[in-house]
């Protein structure tokens, strides 16, 4: 939609300059018309054709007009008397202003000065009139190469577009196969040393089960991120708003992480609003926004460190912050540049955080389709060395 918008207002804003471009020219042809060619035609050429030029006005009209008169008059004359006669009878005494009576040609009874005279005319009219209706052609070959090369322009950005996205899409799949298979791998040696009995010790057999539902539950966490980011990107996909108390409900979801920042010895630092924050949402999926940023906290901060979850809002609740800040260590640049895009992580945390890389995609996906921004802010305060941070505005 947006690059439509930007097609219409480019081929408005240069047709409005080529008629503009049309129309100085135009002035200028008259002016050169009225004033050089005119005067010349008239003092020098003379005769029946020019030496009414100037009368009656000035501009392109008069060479249309003597053009039109120097043509019909040539094309009656090759014609019977009777016929042009005839013609001139029914066009009555208006057409007589165009093509004056006294002026009907006859090729047949003139000299030879008199024809090489009227071809002469002839030819500087057609000129004359090539050279009024020049900006007009010169105008319209613009107007096509302008928008010709813009939609060539337009045309590239899409295929670029979509190559970018079959790229990223392979990488997406790619990433998908990379983490599935490790659990996989697992959970199938696992059942095979259980089904052979390899291991023999109740305690062993105990670990190998825990780790078939640690490595299970962590595929269905996968697929179940996967597909939440393949509906939220579906054409069919559309939000249910409501209005809801958004401070209400971001204590809901950091209360769902309350316990798991006490196991891990993450100390939480809150700083929300006690009134009622009231706001237009869709409850379900921004609710799934703040709990996915809420859990990439978790993953991600140290044991000892801290994090600081505040909302902010002006007094007239037109615009809110939520930040959601830590004291860990710093984004590498290079992850940091991508972050919200899906299956971008530290390789680290592939491997050991046991993140997907979807959760902030998800996320900043959710927030855009709510007509908010979700940024990464690494100005380090004295709260955090790094935050995520949403912004809404009414």
């Known amino acids: 939609m947006n690059g439509k918008k930007q097609i219409d207002t480019y081929i408005i804003r240069n047709f409005l300059l080529v008629v503009l471009g049309i129309a100085i020219c135009e002035i200028f042809v008259n002016i050169i018309y009225s004033y050089m060619v005119f005067p010349f035609l008239r003092n020098e050429v003379g005769g029946p054709v020019f030496e009414q030029f100037g009368q009656g006005g000035y501009g392109s009209s008069v060479v249309y007009s003597a053009f039109f008169w120097l043509v019909t008059g040539i094309v009656m004359s090759l014609l019977p008397s009777w016929f042009s006669n005839t013609f001139y009878h029914y066009l009555g005494s208006g057409f007589e202003v165009y093509l004056p009576a006294q002026y009907n040609l006859d090729l047949h009874s003139m000299s030879d000065g008199m024809l090489l005279y009227y071809v002469g005319c002839l030819v500087i009219l057609i000129l004359l009139v090539v050279a009024a209706v020049l900006p007009y052609i010169i105008g319209g070959y613009v107007f096509t190469r302008l928008i010709h090369d813009e939609l060539h322009y337009f045309k590239n950005i899409e295929k670029e577009k979509h190559m970018e996205y079959e790229r990223k899409r392979s990488l997406m799949l790619s990433d998908i196969a990379h983490d599935l298979k490790t659990p996989i791998t697992t959970i199938s040696g696992y059942a095979q040393a259980l089904r052979d009995d390899v291991v023999e010790d109740e305690q062993k057999k105990k670990q190998y089960l825990d780790a078939i539902c640690q490595k299970s539950k962590r595929m269905d966490d996968l697929i179940g991120l996967f597909f939440e980011y393949v509906k939220i990107d579906s054409e069919g996909f559309s939000l249910h708003k409501e209005k809801i108390d958004l401070a209400e409900l971001f204590r809901e979801n950091i209360a769902l992480f309350y316990s798991d920042f006490e196991r891990k010895g993450i100390g939480v630092e809150l700083d929300i609003p006690e009134e009622s924050v009231i706001w237009e949402l869709d409850r379900i ?66 491997n050991s955080k046991g993140g997907s890389g979807l959760g902030l995609s998800i996320a900043s996906k959710i927030v855009k389709m709510h007509g908010a921004v979700l940024y990464l802010d690494r100005n380090s305060t004295k709260d955090y060395t790094k935050a995520f941070v949403i912004v809404l505005r009414k």
Not at 288 to 294: F, G, H, T, V
Not at 327 to 347: N, R, W
């Open 285 to 350: 999926q921004f609710s799934r926004a703040l709990s996915n940023l809420i859990g990439n906290e978790l993953r991600h901060v140290e044991k000892g460190k801290s994090i600081l979850m505040k909302m902010q809002c002006d007094e007239e609740q037109e615009e809110v912050r939520i930040v959601l800040g830590d004291t860990g260590e710093q984004i590498e640049d290079s992850v940091a540049q991508h972050i919200f895009e899906p299956f971008v992580m530290g390789d680290s945390s592939r």
